[in-house]
Antibody, heavy 122, light 106 residues
Framework: EVQLVESGGGLVQPGGSLRLSCLVSGFTSEDYALHWVRQTPGKGLEWVAGITWNSATIAYADSVKGRFSISRDNVKKSLYLQMSSLTMEDTALYYC???????????????WGQGTMVTVSS | DIQVTQSPSSLSASVGDRVIISCRASQSISRFLNWYHHKPGEAPKVVIYGATSLQSGVSSRFSGSGSGTDFTLTISSLQPEDVGIYYCQQSFSTVCSFGQGTKLEI
């Protein structure tokens, strides 16, 4: 069974940092692109960042560029999101998502984790 | 960056109705347009990918059309389990983006 399990969410103060992790299983994770997508109550789904199978292509939404960093460790079958300079607008449920692309571009998101909640508040 | 805009933002229909949701991209994205269905408390699921391809396991009452900048998702006969929020998403650019969502109710 294909699974993506996120961890690392929690409560953090504005200006703080947090690192999210996603452990993948049930498929050859090193073959596929992965993303972070977040859900906020007021704004629906927002794509955050994506990384291709070999990390050759990495992209970020304008809202997080310069503050967030996506990376992956194919040996550990893990995806990461390092978040810094957090603001209240970053409060959301963060999903780890598998893409069907095995190339250096993105295609469509076919498997989603259950999400990890990040709350930015003083 | 490429923006995608959905319409309507909300929709109420009856069981058995034909439902159409539209998505417009700010520039041509060929057929790099995907549709997702999101129910409260669940993870989103892809319904249509590549503008017209039905994801495995998804009911054939769902269909997608369009290319370039204008796309539609059609539900031929609305069922109670189809309620939720539908999102379009473009992957033409490496900077992906979702539409703002269409809330579908019965």
């Amino acid at each position: 069974e294909v699974q993506l399990v996120e961890s690392g969410g929690g409560l953090v103060q504005p200006g703080g940092s947090l690192r999210l992790s996603c452990l993948v299983s049930g498929f050859t994770s090193e073959d596929y692109a992965l993303h972070w997508v977040r859900q906020t109550p007021g704004k629906g789904l927002e794509w955050v960042a994506g990384i291709t199978w070999n990390s050759a292509t990495i992209a970020y939404a304008d809202s997080v560029k310069g503050r967030f960093s996506i990376s992956r460790d194919n040996v550990k079958k893990s995806l990461y999101l390092q978040m810094s300079s957090l603001t209240m607008e970053d409060t959301a449920l963060y999903y780890c998502v598998k893409d069907m692309s095995t190339d250096n571009y993105f295609y469509f998101m076919d498997v989603w984790g259950q999400g990890t909640m990040v709350t930015v508040s003083s | 960056d490429i923006q995608v805009t959905q319409s309507p933002s909300s929709l109420s229909a009856s069981v058995g109705d034909r439902v159409i949701i539209s998505c417009r991209a700010s520039q041509s994205i060929s057929r790099f347009l995907n549709w997702y269905h999101h129910k409260p408390g669940e993870a989103p699921k892809v319904v249509i990918y590549g503008a017209t391809s039905l994801q495995s396991g998804v009911s054939s009452r769902f269909s997608g059309s369009g290319s370039g900048t204008d796309f539609t998702l059609t539900i031929s006969s609305l069922q109670p389990e189809d309620v939720g929020i539908y999102y379009c998403q473009q992957s033409f650019s490496t900077v992906c983006s979702f539409g703002q969502g269409t809330k579908l109710e019965i």
